[in-house]
């Protein structure tokens, strides 16, 4: 038999064939018209010989993973493995549900026809005795966790509960999918039956990720079935009918961290992921919120089925490119993520099978191990290069999979950071054809959707092909995204994939992301003017387009000097006294400061009417202003003033004196005190403007908390544009009033302070 198989890969590789196995899958790639009919009955004949012989070629180049792996002695307790030692240290250190649920793999099978309930019982406490995984606990001795694994007597204990169709089943189904689960005083493997008649019943079933994994589930469904139908025919014995398992999981965690101690086995693929990660950077996807400083696995899913149109576009792009599925999806996913992000190197992980040992296979248990996929996207390349690239990342990956992601993120001594996950905040799943048996004698079955409330990712991406074409459930973190912003990724991905399978030799940054609507609705519906009536459609004022903040601020001015502009506690200042008071700060900058267009005038004021006067006056002068917190620590604002270069710091009588450190270590930066520092019988007229639409107008720096503090360059045109939007969506006028309510350091400040003052309205601080 096998030399038939060797064969069968010899007139493959004359044919140029190549072949390998990935997530327990044979794979090809080959040019066209190679593989023929005839191969093609043989690959499918011999598939799993094939994918058996690859894999004792690997453990032929790694001993230990050709002999067979030895059993422990009995104990009271034994080692985890390296997986498990990591959940078993998240439980310790979650304190809300949505993280002490997030391991939960839960599931609800609809059961038509007569079920017998003894049978399955029975089946049940079968299954429960063949694999200990169901039958162990997890608890701290002498400071380590260890398995506890218990014997199993009498009957297995499945819980009843009746209910008729008018009661409020979902919630019973969420409730058991939402268990606690006590990690060191119960088993992890939940079992309910709900009676909803005498012909139909729900079978919910619920384990903890720490003794279970995908893998898992279409083992225990497909023996479930086996035992249940031999428990209803009283003439078998159940346990016959499966192969007696040669280990179990204390067996492979013992075996596991053996291996992890023979350096000969492990050094070269130690080494390979350090190179690989060595210095990966974090992304931030755009986001409807702030991250929390610690992350609470909030979460949500949304899905969405993608046409047999889209599959078959796809299905032809791998095909051309020798590529696989999973391949093409990921390189989509990650152009996704640059074109949002337009960060060049991106790291996101997938799942691996871990089950690289045929005595692996028949187990149910934690094996699955995480494969971080690093790419450096060139923008100007074709998407079918960087597709390549892809792949062999992806194959590279396959090859050093059997190193555990869990040592991976220890060897790396990633800095601990509590909001969010180490290495990737993307998690890609491509689900293989093969769906988990759902048959149970003569019983219909069907699988119940359950409502996602938890997210262990930024974004977890979980292709399936179904006969409809492909269907994508994405979980999401609730804490960062809002639904709709979900719904909008599906869309550009399609149209990504659309544009890809038109143009697969376009460059990256030149693929389409946006949908006809949306493209619509920003060039016309968004892009309106001051007064353009938003139920039609509307180009941005012509009229509008070459002028800055400072002269539609001194239109406004003129045409409404005497109303009122801002009012503060029991201050306020008319247009006529704002603008004239910014105009003699203007004219004290440009006449002490030589200022020019783009030059960088930092504040550091307390929140007053002079706050709005400074901002006004650094415009008009000609300069662009950069806001600094009053409270900011000494060396950020150190590191913002010198990395911005700033000409000048505005102070104010509160912020002076502790301002002025800043000279010892920014030599030649000039700190002013507005409040007496500029004569009051500078010019009161407007300054001639010497700024273009193009000129900067602002800077506002990021917090940091993904690395160093960027500064964000704004001209006056982005501005303007957002004035124009703002005051024609809200409908400002001379009689309204807007609080301005955001720190003047943060982006928000700029349309309260512009839109208002633009439109006439009164600023209220």
């Not at 089946?123 to 039958?135: M, N, V």
């Not at 268990?179 to 903890?208: G, Q, R, T, Y």
């Not at 191990?369 to 923008?379: A, P, Y």
């Amino acid at each position: 038999m096998v030399n038939q198989v060797e064969t069968l890969l010899l007139a493959l590789k004359q044919a140029g064939v190549e072949l390998w196995v990935e997530e327990g899958r044979l794979r090809s790639r080959a040019p066209e018209g190679a593989i023929t009919p005839e191969l093609r009955e043989g690959i499918k004949a011999r598939r799993d010989e094939i994918i058996a012989l690859f894999l004792n070629v690997q453990n032929t180049q790694s001993s230990p993973f050709g002999k067979k792996i030895p059993k422990v002695a009995q104990q009271a307790n034994y080692a985890m493995s390296n997986a498990q030692r990591r959940l078993w240290i998240l439980n310790q250190m979650s304190d809300t549900l949505e993280a002490k649920t997030a391991y939960n793999i839960p599931a609800a099978v609809r059961m038509r026809g007569d079920l017998n309930i003894g049978a399955l019982t029975k089946a049940l406490h079968l299954l429960t005795q063949r694999h200990e995984s169901l039958r162990t606990r997890f608890m701290a001795i002498e400071g380590e966790g260890r398995q506890i694994i218990d014997q199993i007597d009498g009957h297995f204990n499945l819980e009843l509960q009746e209910f008729s169709e008018n009661d409020r089943i979902s919630e019973a189904i969420q409730a058991h999918a939402g268990k606690i689960f006590d990690l060191e005083n119960e088993h992890l493997f939940s079992v309910k039956l709900l009676k909803i008649s005498a012909a139909e019943h729900l079978l919910l079933l619920n384990m903890h990720h720490i003794i279970s994994d995908g893998w898992s589930i279409s083992v225990l469904m497909k023996e479930l079935s086996q035992l249940y139908e031999a428990c209803v025919d009283d003439h078998i014995q159940p346990l016959s009918l499966l192969p007696e398992l040669t280990i179990q999981y204390k067996d492979y965690a013992a075996w596991q961290n053996s291996l992890m101690e023979d350096e000969a086995i492990v050094g070269g693929l130690r080494n390979f992921w350090l190179e690989t990660l060595k210095n990966a950077p974090s992304f931030d996807l755009p986001t409807d919120f702030a991250r929390p400083a610690v992350k609470s696995y909030k979460g949500a899913a949304a899905n969405r089925q993608f046409s047999n149109r889209t599959a078959k576009a796809l299905q032809s792009l791998t095909e051309r490119n020798g590529a696989t599925l999973f391949m093409t999806l990921t390189a989509l996913v990650k152009t996704l993520i640059y074109r949002y992000t337009r960060q060049s190197d991106l790291v996101i992980g997938s799942p691996n099978a871990g089950r690289p040992h045929p005595d692996l296979h028949p187990q149910i248990g934690f094996y699955i191990n995480t494969l971080t996929l690093r790419s450096k996207i060139d923008g100007t390349a074709p998407f079918e290069v960087f597709l390549q690239q892809v792949r062999k990342t992806a194959l590279s990956a396959f090859e050093h999979e059997l190193y555990p992601f869990d040592r991976l993120v220890e060897d790396l001594d990633i800095p601990r950071d509590m909001s969010r996950a180490p290495l990737f905040d993307v998690m890609l799943v491509v689900q293989n054809n093969e769906s988990t048996s759902l048959r149970l004698g003569n019983l219909e079955l069907e699988l119940e959707a359950l409502e996602t409330n938890s997210g262990k990712f930024d974004l977890s991406f979980v292709f399936d092909e179904n006969s409809d074409g492909l269907f994508l459930h994405v979980e999401y973190n609730t804490d960062i995204f809002k639904k709709d912003r979900i719904e909008r990724l599906f869309d550009h991905l399609e149209t990504l994939v659309d544009s890809v399978s038109a143009h697969p030799h376009f460059a990256v940054d030149q693929l389409n992301i946006l949908p006809e609507t949306e493209k619509q609705r920003l060039l016309e519906a968004f892009n309106v003017g001051i007064g353009a009536n938003t139920n039609t459609k509307s180009n941005t004022n012509p009229d509008l387009a070459d002028q800055t903040l400072v002269q539609l601020f001194e239109a406004q001015v003129n045409r409404t000097p005497d109303e009122i502009a801002l009012v503060f506690g029991n201050k306020t200042l008319s247009y006529r006294a704002l603008n004239e008071t910014a105009n003699q700060l203007a004219h004290f900058l440009r006449a002490n400061h030589a200022v020019q267009p783009d030059d960088i005038i930092a504040l550091q004021l307390e929140r007053s009417e002079q706050m709005i006067v400074a901002i006004l006056g650094v415009l008009k002068s000609g300069a662009a202003y950069l806001p600094i917190a009053t409270d900011a620590p000494p060396a950020r604002a150190t590191f913002m003033l010198q990395d911005s270069r700033t000409k000048a710091l505005l102070t104010d009588d509160s912020t002076h004196s502790s301002a002025l450190h800043f000279q010892t270590t920014l030599a030649g930066l000039e700190i002013v005190n507005i409040t007496t520092e500029f004569a009051q019988n500078q010019p009161v007229v407007n300054p001639d403007s010497i700024n273009k639409p193009q000129d900067l107008a602002y800077i506002i720096y990021t917090s940091g908390s993904t690395g160093q503090p960027k500064g964000v360059m704004v001209e006056h045109a982005g501005v303007v544009n957002l004035a124009q939007w703002q005051i024609d969506y809200f409908g400002l006028q001379t009689s309204d009033a807007v609080l301005q309510f955001a720190a003047y350091t943060f982006d928000a400040s700029v349309w309260e302070i512009m839109s208002t003052l633009l439109s006439g309205a009164r600023l209220a601080l």
